[in-house]
C-alpha cells in the first residue's frame, strides 16, 4: 500500500446550517455537492484537493487538542478578521517560519490558522537538521 494524501477530514457539529455558515462565510471555503446517498446531515468542502466533511451529531466533540490546521495567504490579515468578528484568536507556539494561531468553530473544533514563509523542508535545512525519509 501507498498512501498518496489526505482526502478529506471530518467535522461532527451540533447546527449543520450554523457550521455551514462558519466554513462557507467565515473561513470562505467552497461548499460542494454531497453524494445523494448520504441524504441529509453532512456538508462537504472543498480546499484544493482535500475536503472537510461536516457531519451532524447530537453533541458536539469534547474539547481536545485535535485540529485541522488550514493554510492562508496572509495570517495577520486571518486573525484580524477573525477577531473583528468575535471569534477565538489563541496565538500558537512558534514554529520558525510560521505566522501561526487557533480559532475555533462554534462547536468548539480548533482550526489551526498558518500561513508559512517557505516550505517544511526549507525551514528544516535553514534550522541545521536533516529530512529523513523512511522507505
Not at 471555503?29 to 484544493?48: C, D, N, R, S
Not at 457531519?55 to 473583528?84: C, F, M, N, W, Y
Request: aromatic residues 8%.
Amino acid at each position: 500500500m501507498k498512501i498518496t494524501g489526505i482526502h478529506h477530514k471530518s467535522v461532527v457539529v451540533t447546527d449543520l446550517d450554523r457550521a455551514r455558515g462558519f466554513y462557507r462565510d467565515v473561513l470562505g471555503l467552497e461548499e460542494v455537492p454531497t453524494p445523494p446517498a448520504f441524504g441529509e446531515g453532512i456538508a462537504w468542502f472543498q480546499i484544493g484537493d482535500q475536503q472537510i466533511h461536516l457531519l451532524r451529531g447530537s453533541k458536539a466533540d469534547a474539547p481536545t487538542q485535535r485540529h485541522i490546521a488550514l493554510h492562508v495567504d496572509k495570517g495577520q490579515a486571518a486573525r484580524r478578521e477573525l477577531s473583528e468578528r468575535g471569534y477565538l484568536v489563541e496565538e500558537a507556539t512558534p514554529i520558525p517560519g510560521a505566522d501561526r494561531f487557533f480559532t475555533a468553530d462554534p462547536d468548539g473544533n480548533r482550526i489551526e490558522i498558518m500561513q508559512w514563509s517557505s516550505t517544511w523542508p526549507e525551514q528544516i535545512r535553514q534550522l541545521g537538521l536533516n529530512l529523513r525519509s523512511r522507505a
